[in-house]
């Protein structure tokens, strides 16, 4: 019995391992066995990403205490004090098991099982649930802060495909980035949960799918360029997040809309016209399309939709610090 089911993980293993699946026809996971002084990307590479990810997660602890809080002391970000909500089970019990914004009817019977007023209920509600409001200087503590020919002639980066040698650089890179991705993941649960949490996770996660794909079959040259442009904008989104804690308005202001101007132009024209143009349309010149051909753009699209969402909601922010609208 046990060596029917290893033959059977071991032909499942060849089938998934395929060449004709990851690759175009007439290459395959040989191509990537060093030679001549040429080293390739590895599977087991990426297993340094995960004790990368847990130093994230130590230095991001580290900073908050460290750096976060001075500075955010620094720049006047204080919370405001709030008034607890008084001990309450049978409240307490609905607020956490039923629901944390209860209906008419509800306040109605839990005023007669508690003997205070509809009124003493709702106050109750509302500063239960602003307890569980992250307070601002935990937002505040939570903002965080290679050119090659293939840069600006795109086409490059198909270049000898798949026997593109490793650079150091891209190396560091990749690991760096897909650590970084990994503890965002660790991290999530701690994580102030915001409006879009559901869209940050499917793009953590398809995020991760595509950087450790690319890894494997050599998109290599493909992945950074798709990592630069998503590293463009964030540091100003963050740095924005900062100042508006600390009531700097107008620096705030100011930072978001040169981010709203650099994300736009990265993501919904760079990135859709140039870089997807170029894994998606440009490869079938080259090769007939395979499956893993169809399994990273079909990530590119997905990412390229949550771009899409993120775009119209900063937009409709930008539109906010039009004068007039202030």
């Keep these: ?16 391992w395929a060449d004709w ?20 990307p590895k599977t087991w590479d990426l297993w340094a990403t995960i004790p990368i990810a847990l130093c994230f997660l130590v230095i991001r602890q580290i900073f908050e205490r460290t750096v976060a809080i001075p500075l955010a002391s620094l720049l006047g970000v204080s919370d405001k004090q709030r008034v607890c909500a008084p ?10 098991s039923t629901s944390k914004h209860p ?27 602003n307890q569980d409001r992250p307070s601002k200087l935990k937002k505040f503590r939570e903002a965080r802060v290679l050119v090659k020919p293939w840069f600006y ?11 593109m040698p490793l650079l150091p650089s891209q190396y560091w890179y990749y690991v760096i980035e897909l650590g ?22 499917v793009h953590h996660v398809a995020t991760i799918l595509l950087i450790s794909f690319s890894w494997l079959v050599n998109y290599i040259r493909a992945g ?9 904008s964030d540091y100003l989104m963050e740095s924005a997040k900062m100042f508006n804690y ?24 760079i990135l859709p016209f140039w870089i997807i143009h170029t894994t998606w349309v440009y490869p079938l010149t080259l090769y007939p399309p395979f499956i893993g051909f169809y399994f990273f753009n079909g990530l590119l699209c997905v990412l390229q939709i949550l771009h899409i969402f993120w775009a119209a909601l900063i937009l409709r922010m930008v539109v906010k610090f039009l004068p007039g609208n202030v």
């Design 1 to 16: 019995f046990l060596l029917c089911v290893v033959f059977r993980m071991s032909r499942l293993s060849e089938l998934i």
């Design 21 to 40: 699946i990851w690759f175009p026809e007439g290459h395959g996971w040989a191509d990537l066995k060093d030679h001549d002084d040429k080293v390739f």
């Design 87 to 96: 001990p309450n089970p049978t409240l307490e019990s609905y607020f956490c």
């Design 103 to 129: 209906t008419q009817s509800s306040l109605e019977s839990l005023s007669k099982q508690t003997g205070c007023s509809v009124r003493q209920v709702q106050r109750w509600f509302r500063r239960r649930r």
């Design 153 to 163: 002639d795109m086409k490059q980066m198909w270049d000898g495909f798949p026997k």
């Design 180 to 201: 970084f991705y990994v503890s965002l993941l660790f991290s999530v649960a701690s994580d102030v949960k915001r409006k879009d949490f559901k869209e940050q996770i």
């Design 224 to 232: 950074t360029l798709i990592m630069l442009v998503h590293d463009a």
């Design 246 to 269: 600390a009531g700097w308005r107008k620096t705030c202001n100011f930072i978001f809309t040169v981010f709203a101007a650099v994300f736009i132009i990265t993501r919904l024209v």
